[in-house]
């Protein structure tokens, strides 16, 4: 089974459903031009077992400890004031001390829990910042993706929905959707110095004049074709080149559940691109860097 990945490309993980930022028919336009991941999750409902578990027992204890320490507290100041108190008997005494042991009982789970969500609250941020130091960072070496070799010092931005911020994960730039280089590099037989890839119509910022061509534009059947009244434009520095992505098919099937390949292997081949012309809608803007 084929299908279409720059066209449409749906991945469905358990009862997670991500639509990739190399949509091109449903993707949802965020901050600065850049697709906002769809994310649906739908978490299973809180079982009774765990419901008691979780909220209910914890919440007794409050109770159970007021009432346990306001019967002692209101005894302790009778017998100050003077007040003549009953001792209790032995079957009262018996009710109060399994009272006493239930309410410590409560409180070590109240605190256990406590623990527990401020422990994995904590893993769940640390992980977070971790994430987000791949996100949108500058490239520490040399780094092939697909067909384009980005130069060392270049700055990134990406989105992987399989990232879940493991510590010490290779270098990856799966999922990339923005880039701007140190110097000119050759992107889609034009010289650029910034990129960015979000699957819909991909732009390259130009890092000098140049006659691009040959030039793409739809027909009136609605077909992507040579552009007859044009064959090539002169762009400006600074300018935008827009390109169409053609389809690059793969088996879905193989690759469900799974990232996208990464590194050499990266269905990124900007030498496919379609010039469609250039524009003034510059300049390619990145997020800030993680820290920065």
Known sequence: ??????????????????????????????????????????????????????????????????????YFLARRARVSHGAEVEPLSPNARGWWAALAVLCVMLDLWSGYVFYQSVRITQDVEARQRIKATRENFLLDRDFQYGELRLPRG????????????TPDLPLALRGLRA??????????????????????????????????GPRFAYNKQGVLAHDDRTDSVACKQGQIARFDVPSIEYDIVAEFGKPEPDGPSARFKPSQWQFLGCDDSGPITLPPLTGH
């Not at 066209?7 to 949802?28: E, H, M």
């Not at 914890?58 to 400890?65: E, V």
């Not at 270049?154 to 911020?165: T, V």
């Open 1 to 70: 089974m084929r299908h279409n990945h720059h066209r449409w490309c749906s991945l469905t993980y358990g009862k997670v459903q991500y639509a990739t930022n190399s949509l091109r028919n449903r993707t949802t336009f965020g901050i600065q031009g850049y697709p906002t991941p769809t994310l649906m999750i739908f978490a299973p409902t809180l079982s009774l077992a765990g419901f008691l578990l979780l909220v209910v027992l914890p919440l007794l204890s409050i109770p159970c400890s007021l009432l346990l320490a306001g």
């Open 179 to 212: 880039a701007r280089f140190p110097q000119p590099i050759e992107v889609a037989r034009v010289w650029g110095q910034a990129m960015q890839v979000t699957g819909v119509v991909n732009r390259v910022e130009l890092a000098r004049d140049q006659v691009i």
């Open 154 to 165: 270049s700055q990134i931005h990406r989105y992987d929905p399989f990232d879940d911020g």
